[in-house]
């Protein structure tokens, strides 16, 4: 429920992983057999020789400088600039506010101000609703932990809930107090908001000192 491209970071793992396959089987087979090591001994420095007459054979007039070389250091700058959009997007798709009114807008009809009502814009952060969550769900003895992020999902605002739950304890129980926490919180921001719930183990629950529920 984010905007991380998760299709594009597993091509470019595949295609990471396929290149280090290469090169340690390169280097397996340099290191195990004489023939292929031979073999390469033999086709590396001609590679290098004609590798190095491409570059001579493609300088700019009354110049040394090879046009290969440019073309080198662009697909460099390019790669470097792909690098930054590529980590820009990871983890994309917060955001600060659960609901927000339109600028101006009032409760009457079509958004008009209602009499008494003020021109202005009130927004529910996520913070608060975190800090309300974490409030209540840290009263219970099988929850460990609790996180809230506002997330953009299909267009909306949406609640990603993760919890720590202890060993043993029971997900059903948490996932019906969560639901009804969230149905409380949409009757108090007056909107109804779709919700994910994680509740996961790790760690931290294996090794609490504190009283375990079975």
């Known amino acids: 429920m984010n905007g991380t491209p998760r299709t594009l970071n597993r091509v470019l793992i595949a295609v990471f992983g396929l290149l280090v396959f290469a090169t340690g089987a390169l280097m397996l087979l340099l290191a195990a057999m004489p023939a292929f090591a031979q073999w390469w001994q033999s086709w590396a420095p001609d590679a290098a020789v004609r590798a190095g007459a491409a570059f001579e054979a493609t300088h700019f007039p009354g110049t040394r400088v090879s046009w290969l070389w440019l073309i080198a250091a662009a697909l460099a700058v390019l790669i470097v600039l792909l690098m930054v959009w590529w980590v820009s997007q990871q983890g994309t798709g917060r955001r600060d506010l659960i609901a927000a009114t339109a600028p101006d807008g009032g409760t009457g009809p079509g958004g008009q101000l209602a009499e008494g009502e003020v021109p202005g814009m009130v927004g529910i952060a996520a913070a608060a609703v975190d800090q309300a969550l974490r409030g209540v769900l840290a009263e219970r003895k ?8 506002a997330v953009e999902f299909e267009g909306r ?20 107090e969560v639901e009804q926490l969230v ?8 909107t109804a908001v779709p919700v994910l719930l994680h509740v996961t183990s790790g760690a931290r629950a294996r090794f609490s000192r504190a009283e375990r529920v079975r």
């Open 183 to 190: 149905r409380c919180l949409d009757l108090v921001m007056g």
């Open 142 to 149: 099988d929850v460990l932990s609790t996180a809230v992020a």
């Open 157 to 176: 605002t949406a609640l990603r809930i993760r919890t720590v739950a202890r060993q043993g304890a029971d997900p059903g129980a948490i996932a019906a």
